[in-house]
Nanobody, 127 residues
Framework: QVQLVQSGGGLVQPGGSLRLSCAAS????????IGWFRQAPGTEREWVSC????????YHADSVKGRFTISRDNAENTVYLQMNNLKPEDTAVYYC????????????????????WGQGTQVTVSS
């Protein structure tokens, strides 16, 4: 069983940056498709970004395109969500998720595609 442990959330001013971490206790994240989701109070969880293990590319929701990106440290078995130029509307609990099968970009917003989930980490963007 793979456990995903998240860290790196917090309070940041608008325009600031944060990097979220998602570390795996076992398994090799390098072989997994990775998704990042977020959930703001009173809303449904929404897809933010993914690394497609089918084509090796990154995909992002329009709301974060150009500001967020995913990276990996395979030696640390960790993936990151780098968030730049943060806005108040980015305030949410952020979740990482891993798909042990091939993750297609078209399927990446579907939460059912993922086998493992992190515990979530709060990001608050406020002055």
């Amino acid at each position: 069983q793979v456990q995903l442990v998240q860290s790196g959330g917090g309070l940041v001013q608008p325009g600031g940056s944060l990097r979220l971490s998602c570390a795996a206790s076992s398994g090799t994240l390098a072989y997994f498709g990775i998704g990042w989701f977020r959930q703001a109070p009173g809303t449904e969880r929404e897809w933010v970004s993914c690394f497609s293990s089918r084509d090796g590319r990154l995909y992002h929701a329009d709301s974060v395109k150009g500001r967020f990106t995913i990276s990996r440290d395979n030696a640390e078995n960790t993936v990151y969500l780098q968030m730049n130029n943060l806005k108040p509307e980015d305030t949410a609990v952020y979740y990482c998720a891993a798909d042990k099968g091939p993750l297609d970009s078209n399927d990446s917003p579907n939460e059912d595609e993922y086998d493992y989930w992190g515990q979530g980490t709060q990001v608050t963007v406020s002055s």
